[in-house]
């Protein structure tokens, strides 16, 4: 097989390094299944898409749906990062890991009340509206609480972003945003609008996207719109790109950070604006592993199968999106021949896989295996189904490592379920 290896995630001698850190102690010292992510990844990918737009006045807001963990929203902020929430929980994770209220963004398609209410009080800098009645129910919100709320408004461009159809959201028949002509109608509300104060247009047109062509026809959309805006006397502040960016699970041929950035700064530059952006997963996926202890491995007729630790509630792209992870071991052992087999966990699903039908190194009862890429969307996505604690997370640093969450306990599980009947 082959085995991947990054400046992060690299063999030395026969075992897997995280940075510094041989993954094996880990494993052994927490148990398995444990997420380890390396804090260098982070930043250095948080420096690079800073500096592919040094020069244009922008701003980067770490979308934290892709990864939670307060230390990795820490880490970002630390790096200059502003964070873009998806909910009033992430909202208090991220003023919790440290975000000043005005580098906070909040999105959402559904917003409740209380999430615009919190928003408010906190006074973040942008809150991205996505239909009518929300537009009036954040005027009314802020009427209430005496204060303007300053207020982008997502729209749905209309194209496709080839992606995976669960994570395409900038197709018309997506429920996100409005349509370009709704927008304008609903931007030249303002003026009955005596709570809000518009600031910008949004846009998300998908997530894992590989290609920069449909970044930039959605781009070019929301340009004629912003001059459209401009021309009815609303001067908008910003243009929000959303996040979207792909990364390379296996040998997806994807477009660097400098590609994409030549590829929307023409239109940018016409706005004259302040550029904003929401990476998740650029920033995160490939700084994140998830290793798992093999628990048994067999044969049925002629299918080979590696039951590990891990499963689809600890990772659940493979089962929800029939997503590639490459599944390496976390030591190499020489002699040992390559077998075609499905990485499953202990769930009672036929859908509980790890990997499918893909060829891995023989693994043996009590070894350790990674599975790469998991840094976004991995731990954040996890459950407790089967009554199964959420795995640990460990954040490397160099020759340091730290548990940044402990696995949870069957007490913690428990402790809300109060009475008997
Ligand atoms: C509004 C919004 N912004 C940003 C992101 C981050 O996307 P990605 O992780 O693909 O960069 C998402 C992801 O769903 C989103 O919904």
Redesign the pocket.
Known sequence: MDYFESGYFKYKGNQLFCEDIPLIEIAEELGTPTYVYSKSFFIDRYNEFDKAFAGFDHQIFF?C??NFNLSVIKAFIDAGSGV?V?SEGELIRAMKAGASSRKLIM?GVGKTQSEIKLALENDLLMI?AESEEEILLINEIAGSLNTTARVAIRVNPDVDAKTHPY?S?GLAKNKFGVDASTALRLFKMQKYLRNIKYTGIDM?I????TKVEPFVEAIEKLGELFLKVKSEGIALEHIDL????GVAYNNEKTFSIEEYAKAVMPVLKKLNCKAFF?????LTANGGILIAQVLYTKKNLDKNFIITDGAMNDLLRPSMYGAYHHVQPLTLTKNKNDITADVVGPVCESGDFLAKNVRITECRRGEYIAVLSTG??GMVMSSNYNMRRRPAEVLVEGKNFKVVRRRETFEHLLKDEISLL
Do not use: L
Request: proline share 4%; aromatic share 8%.
């Open positions: 979308a749906k892709s873009d998806n999105s991205k994570i959201t998300h998908g997530s894992q996207i959303g996040g979207g960016i929401e990476p998740g997963r650029y976004a969307y």
